[in-house]
């Protein structure tokens, strides 16, 4: 099983959960992130085996990346392959690969169910693996011959197999035994488990979640 978490947005603890998850999203610097923290999350994952993924998203670091954008799909295509070209320049320079990516935010959902923005971002990522939920996106990933991985979430709350949108109540799990409890409920149908790096108690979480899956012996490893 694979634990991932959201990296290099310059709020959150970013080389202690580098010891805790097997994969990083890394923020490509449209909705966060900079030359800066990128080399950082990169030079420390390479020191430490952890794989190091795009996490590509609007250009909206007004909002996080949060607001839904109705961008041209060659403008989105171009914005996609921007951000996954700067990540892999600089984590090459300091010695490991992009090994996949993940949108982000607002980009996350709408393609899920907006085939023209998913083939941009397809479009625009290469032939790199991608990570997300069912949807478009994988589908259309799937049909193209690329590998797909079915995301889970630790700390959100779900309805269905749909995330429960962050503006309603609950939306957003912050017990750490509550959210360690739904990591490994999610093993049964995920291939890897998120805990987002935004989140006030993110390591704590993640360091839960972690515990929780090695001790139902889970072995944790990046597929990619």
């Known amino acids: 099983m694979d634990l991932n978490a959201d990296l290099g947005e310059e709020v959150t603890d970013d080389a202690s959960l580098l010891t805790l998850v097997t994969s990083a999203n890394v923020a490509c610097g449209y909705h966060a992130g900079t030359p800066v923290t990128m080399r950082a999350v990169c030079a420390e994952a390479a ?6 993924g795009a996490q590509v998203s ?15 799909s060659d403008l989105l295509t171009e914005q ?12 090459g320079e300091e010695g490991v690969a992009v090994s996949y990516i993940k949108a982000h935010g607002a980009l996350y959902h709408r393609v899920r169910e907006d085939a023209e923005q998913a083939a941009a971002v397809l479009a625009g990522s290469g032939h790199l693996p991608v990570l997300g939920q069912h949807g478009v996106l994988l589908d259309l990933a799937v049909g193209a011959g690329r590998a797909t991985y079915w995301e889970g979430f630790a700390d959100r709350a779900y309805r269905g197999d749909t995330l429960v949108p962050r503006d309603e109540p609950g939306a957003l799990i912050e017990d750490v035994v509550a959210i360690a409890a739904q990591a490994v409920e999610l093993v049964r149908k995920a291939d890897s488990i998120c805990v987002h790096g ?8 993640a360091r839960a979640v972690r515990r929780a899956l090695t001790d139902a012996g889970i072995e944790l490893v990046a597929p990619w």
């Open 198 to 205: 935004d989140s006030p108690n993110a390591v704590e979480a």
């Open 58 to 72: 609007y250009a909206d670091r007004e909002n996080f990346g949060r607001v839904a954008r109705d961008v041209p």
């Open 47 to 52: 020191r430490l085996g952890v794989a190091v």
């Open 80 to 91: 996609v392959a921007d951000q996954v070209g700067a990540l892999s320049a600089i984590a």
